[in-house]
């Protein structure tokens, strides 16, 4: 159970094209879900709560109108990247909430976006 | 605020051999701990967690870590790693009063077991 799934696993993208990651809960409903960033070697940035819907919460320094957000379901959310650029390759990996109070996070399987 | 050290960044281990990763952390609340896994390229997976209750948590694949208030310390041990326990491995808290909310990760520590 608390399966999280990610699509896709790896997208390359020329610079200034738009990219869509999208992130599915499987097995439960996930009213909560996160948005990290992660580069080689490094622990995970948290860029953002997805809360469905409702519009999410960034952290601060993450650009809201670059990493565009849609939590609408209880089962989806994505994270759109505007106008890539080559700064903007990484790993971008999500979370949900596992199930109505639980307090664990369980991981997508992540996306890596190379921007050419 | 609460924040999360690891003390090693790189842990080499022969196979078959215990190993200790150790997470300190910093808050002024309580907080829930927790431990993941990562492989390469791939998500995190829960390896275990302590919400509340007995201060030895048990794990998946033969892990267990014991949380330590006084000490602030959650350190994650294993008796006897194998060759596929090479991963890296991520301490993380969360204020307990915020149910569900932000986890705070440590910088990870790399566990390399070698044959």
């Known amino acids: 159970g608390a399966v999280v799934s990610q699509h896709p696993s790896w997208v390359i993208c020329k610079s200034g094209t738009s990219v869509k990651i999208e992130c599915r809960s499987l097995?439960?409903?996930?009213?909560?879900m996160f948005w990290y960033r992660q580069f080689p070697k490094q622990s995970l940035m948290l860029m953002a709560t997805s809360n469905e819907g409702s519009k999410a919460t960034y952290e601060q320094g993450v650009e809201k109108d670059k990493f565009l957000i849609n939590h609408a379901s209880l089962t989806l959310s994505t994270l759109t990247v505007t106008s890539a650029h080559p700064e903007d390759s990484s790993f971008y990996i999500c979370?949900?909430?596992?199930?109505?109070?639980?307090?664990?996070?369980?991981f997508g399987p992540g996306t890596r976006l190379t921007v050419l | 605020a609460q924040s999360v050290t690891q003390l090693d960044s790189q842990v080499p281990v022969f196979e078959e051999a215990p190993v200790e990763l150790r997470c300190n952390y910093s808050s002024s609340v309580s907080v829930y701990l927790f431990w993941y896994v990562q492989y390469p390229n791939q998500g995190l997976q829960l390896l275990l967690k302590y919400l509340s209750g007995s201060t030895l948590v048990k794990g998946i694949n033969g892990f267990e870590a014991e949380f330590n208030k006084s000490q602030t310390s959650f350190h994650l041990r294993k008796p006897s790693v194998h060759i596929s326990d090479t991963a890296e491995y991520f301490c993380a808290v969360s204020p307990s009063y915020n149910q569900g909310g932000k986890l705070i990760f440590g910088q990870g520590t790399e566990l390399s077991v070698k044959p």
């Open positions: 097995d439960f409903q996930a009213t909560t």
């Open positions: 979370s949900a909430l596992g199930g109505q109070g639980t307090d664990t996070q369980y």
